[in-house]
């Protein structure tokens, strides 16, 4: 399988580029914002030393991208690959934050829908891990069709374990 974990890719409205080392003051600057996390598995994200770890395991996912804004070519937030499964046939999508100028509009969906356009060129399954509390990914995953289909204790890169429901879609049912 040749899936390239970190494409460039970009529509009308976001381009997601691969999350290199040195990237890192520049997206704390957007997740340093305490309100990004108030819902998320871990509320102190905000805090440097906290996502730093955060920021490691996006790196160290090879996987990661940064979410630039086409129209203003702002630098809004970040999502990734994770735990692809070459015998099933699926991967996780994921770790997603955005700065909240841009919550509430079609930024998160335009993300999402790149990524799974990519990835359906490889894959079958996408899975995506939602902290139990976080009600506004919830909602946004659902808007985009993906059915709940369990609940996972999972621990996250360096943070303890926290109870997350889990979402799937499948390339035979989902139009993109």
Do not use: C
């Not at 381009?15 to 997206?27: A, G, M, N, S």
């Not at 692809?84 to 909240?100: C, N, P, Q």
């Not at 995953?141 to 999972?154: D, P, S, Y």
């Not at 979402?167 to 989902?174: E, L, N, V």
């Amino acid at each position: 399988m040749n899936f390239n974990l970190q494409p460039t890719l970009a529509d009308a409205v976001v381009r997601l580029e691969p999350l290199q080392v040195d990237d890192f003051e520049k997206l704390y600057v957007v997740a340093s914002d305490p309100m990004i996390w108030e819902q998320h598995p871990n509320k102190d994200r905000y805090q440097k030393e906290v996502f730093a770890n955060f920021f490691k395991g996006a790196v160290e996912s090879k996987g990661a991208f940064l979410i630039y804004d086409v129209q203003t070519g702002a630098l809004i937030g970040s999502t990734r690959y994770y735990e692809l499964d070459e015998t099933a046939k699926s991967i996780a999508i994921g770790y997603t934050f955005l700065a909240r100028s841009h919550w509430g509009t079609t930024y998160n969906r335009s993300a999402k829908l790149l990524l799974a356009k990519h990835a359906f060129q490889y894959i079958d399954t996408l899975i995506f891990h939602i902290g139990s509390n976080n009600i506004r990914s919830q909602k946004a995953i659902a808007k985009l069709g993906v059915q709940k289909i369990g609940e996972l204790e999972m621990k996250y890169y360096g943070e303890k374990s926290l109870m997350n429901f889990v979402y799937a879609a499948h390339k035979a049912d989902w139009v993109l």
